[in-house]
């Protein structure tokens, strides 16, 4: 059984930082292609990036490139994702996904493309 589970969120002032972790369990971890999604209250679901293997795309959503840098540490089945000059627009709940794949590809902004989901970790952005 695939279980997601999401850490770090947390209350912030906007300019601050934090920095998210996602464990996957019950999978070959360094098999899948992961992203990470958010949602705020009466939005719709966000794509904001999707890592693979080695070597292989990274693909950021406009809104965070630059200041959001995704991860992967294969050999602790974690996937991070490090928020640098958060915004109040940044509040949302963010989650964490896997991809029935070893690859990234142009949409990974659709949340279809992901199989498995964590419960989400809450983020703040006070101004």
């Known amino acids: 059984q695939v279980q997601v589970v999401e850490s770090g969120g947390g209350l912030v002032q906007a300019g601050g930082s934090l920095r998210l972790s996602c464990t996957a369990s019950g999978l070959t971890f360094a098999d899948y292609a992961m992203g990470w999604f958010r949602q705020a209250p009466g939005k719709e679901r966000e794509g904001l990036s999707c890592?693979?293997?080695?070597?292989?795309?990274?693909y950021y959503t406009e809104s965070v490139r630059g200041r959001f840098t995704i991860s992967k540490d294969n050999a602790k089945n974690t996937l991070y994702l490090q928020m640098n000059s958060l915004k109040p627009e940044d509040t949302a709940m963010y989650y964490c996904?896997?991809?029935?794949?070893?690859?990234?590809?142009?949409?990974?902004?659709?949340?279809?493309?992901?199989?498995?989901w964590g419960q989400g970790t809450q983020v703040t952005v006070s101004s």
């Open positions: 890592i693979s293997r080695p070597g292989a795309p990274i």
């Open positions: 996904a896997v991809r029935p794949s070893t690859v990234c590809t142009a949409n990974y902004y659709y949340s279809e493309a992901y199989r498995y």
